[in-house]
């Protein structure tokens, strides 16, 4: 197991050193289940009196916390902040491929930077060009003309169809798709002729998308999304969705087409969004949102009705169903007030 001394792991998190810098850590934990080769964090103070049976070789907290703290300590403005990039010195994921499976498929007609990655029984078409440093898992499809950027991970099972463009260091899960038609048929009388989508899908750089994702590519001009763009997984966004830098979408959200979403947005899990309207930049929809109008305004949109006991919730949706009818008696006491 890989370790790193405390001492150069507070120098490389630029955090205050506090306690023994010599101490080994070998990884980072909760701080109810970390052991004394473990590096834990606190982010709230709320919690501080767990630090008293907290068992871990060091504690990230703020300076407010460190008095409650008996072990080492790395004293930081954001506990939470510097947990992630901790996580990131630490992390042991394995990578999707290393070097190129004797299984792979290339064709002669791709191009492939230096150091690339290639697992096994994945295919390469013709046209393909992946930048420096590209790994693609296990599985992969990657179509005709697509174009890959240098440092990105695709893990396996992955399918980028043709012309689709993803950027640098942007990272793909599993069973994701990339490119597929977008929903488009004309109605002949009763039966629906597709309409060939014949745009393609835009990755910037720095992108991360979860497992099971759909992004479905254009009808004429391309679905586009922006720089820094996370997105969770079993989203589904449709043909012609374009989101701004830096916007996060949680899991299991539904993106009709034609929608254009700004920048540092945050779309709650299981919301639906309708198509063929925009949401302004720094908009927030709270978790199964369902947006029908757009938002213009940045702040905090919420819809729905919250989880109650079974027998207060049937009381609510009663009231819900007879409110057209309360509605017109308030309306006709109303006019009476008035008459009076």
Same mark, same amino acid.
């Given at each position: 197991?890989a370790?790193?001394?405390?001492?150069?792991?507070?120098?490389?998190l630029?955090?205050q050193?506090?306690?023994?810098? $010599?101490?080994?850590?070998?990884?980072i934990? $909760?701080m109810h289940?970390?052991?004394? !080769?473990?590096?834990?964090?606190?982010s709230?103070?709320?919690?501080r009196e767990?630090?008293?049976?907290?068992n871990?070789?060091?504690?990230?907290l703020? !300076?407010?916390?460190?008095p409650?703290?008996?072990?080492?300590?790395?004293?930081? /403005?954001?506990?939470?902040?510097?947990?992630?990039? +901790?996580a990131q010195?630490? *992390?042991?994921?394995?990578?999707?491929?290393?070097?190129?499976?004797?299984?792979?498929v290339?064709?002669?007609?791709? /191009?492939?930077?230096?150091?690339?990655s290639?697992?096994?029984?994945?295919?390469? #078409?013709?046209?393909?060009?992946?930048?420096d440093?590209?790994?693609?898992?296990?599985?992969?499809?990657?179509? /005709?003309e697509?174009?890959?950027g240098?440092?990105t991970?695709?893990?396996?099972?992955?399918?980028?169809?043709?012309?689709?463009e993803?950027?640098?260091?942007?990272?793909i899960? $599993?069973?994701?798709?990339?490119?597929?038609?977008?929903?488009?048929y004309?109605n002949?009388?009763?039966n629906?002729?597709k309409?060939?989508?014949?745009?393609?899908v835009?990755?910037?750089?720095?992108v991360?998308?979860?497992a099971?994702?759909?992004?479905d590519r254009g009808?004429?001009? *391309?679905?586009?999304?922006?720089?820094? %763009?996370?997105?969770?997984n079993?989203?589904q966004?449709?043909?012609?969705?374009?989101?701004?830098?830096?916007?996060?979408?949680?899991?299991?959200?539904?993106?009709?087409?034609?929608?254009?979403?700004?920048?540092y947005?945050?779309?709650?899990g299981?919301?639906?969004i309708?198509?063929h309207? !925009?949401?302004?930049?720094k908009? %927030? %929809?709270t978790?199964?949102?369902?947006? +029908?109008r757009p938002?213009? #305004?940045?702040?905090?949109?919420?819809?729905?009705?919250?989880?109650?006991?079974?027998? %207060?919730?049937?009381?609510?949706?009663?009231?819900?169903?007879?409110?057209d #009818?309360?509605?017109?008696?308030l309306?006709?006491?109303e006019r009476?007030? !008035? #008459?009076d």
């Amino acid at each position: 197991m890989a370790s790193i001394r405390l001492a150069d792991l507070a120098q490389q998190l630029d955090a205050q050193l506090h306690g023994d810098g $010599s101490l080994a850590i070998t990884g980072i934990a $909760s701080m109810h289940s970390a052991h004394s !080769e473990q590096i834990t964090f606190l982010s709230n103070s709320r919690y501080r009196e767990q630090l008293a049976s907290c068992n871990a070789g060091a504690v990230v907290l703020t !300076e407010a916390d460190l008095p409650f703290c008996q072990s080492a300590a790395l004293v930081v /403005k954001n506990p939470y902040l510097t947990y992630a990039r +901790m996580a990131q010195i630490l *992390d042991t994921t394995p990578a999707p491929a290393q070097d190129i499976a004797p299984s792979a498929v290339i064709s002669p007609e791709a /191009k492939l930077g230096d150091q690339v990655s290639v697992g096994a029984n994945a295919v390469i #078409e013709s046209g393909v060009e992946l930048g420096d440093g590209v790994i693609i898992g296990a599985g992969c499809f990657i179509g /005709k003309e697509a174009k890959i950027g240098a440092g990105t991970r695709i893990w396996a099972n992955v399918s980028i169809y043709h012309r689709v463009e993803i950027g640098q260091n942007c990272l793909i899960q $599993s069973g994701t798709v990339i490119g597929a038609d977008g929903f488009g048929y004309a109605n002949d009388r009763g039966n629906w002729v597709k309409i060939p989508q014949l745009g393609t899908v835009i990755i910037g750089d720095s992108v991360e998308i979860g497992a099971c994702t759909t992004i479905d590519r254009g009808a004429l001009d *391309d679905t586009q999304i922006g720089n820094g %763009v996370i997105i969770d997984n079993q989203c589904q966004i449709a043909h012609n969705v374009v989101i701004g830098d830096n916007t996060a979408v949680a899991g299991g959200v539904i993106m009709a087409g034609s929608l254009k979403i700004g920048r540092y947005c945050q779309i709650g899990g299981a919301s639906v969004i309708n198509g063929h309207m !925009e949401i302004c930049d720094k908009a %927030v %929809v709270t978790g199964m949102g369902m947006v +029908m109008r757009p938002i213009t #305004e940045p702040g905090v949109y919420s819809s729905g009705i919250p989880l109650q006991p079974n027998k %207060v919730w049937r009381k609510t949706a009663a009231l819900v169903l007879n409110i057209d #009818e309360m509605n017109k008696r308030l309306k006709a006491v109303e006019r009476k007030i !008035e #008459e009076d």
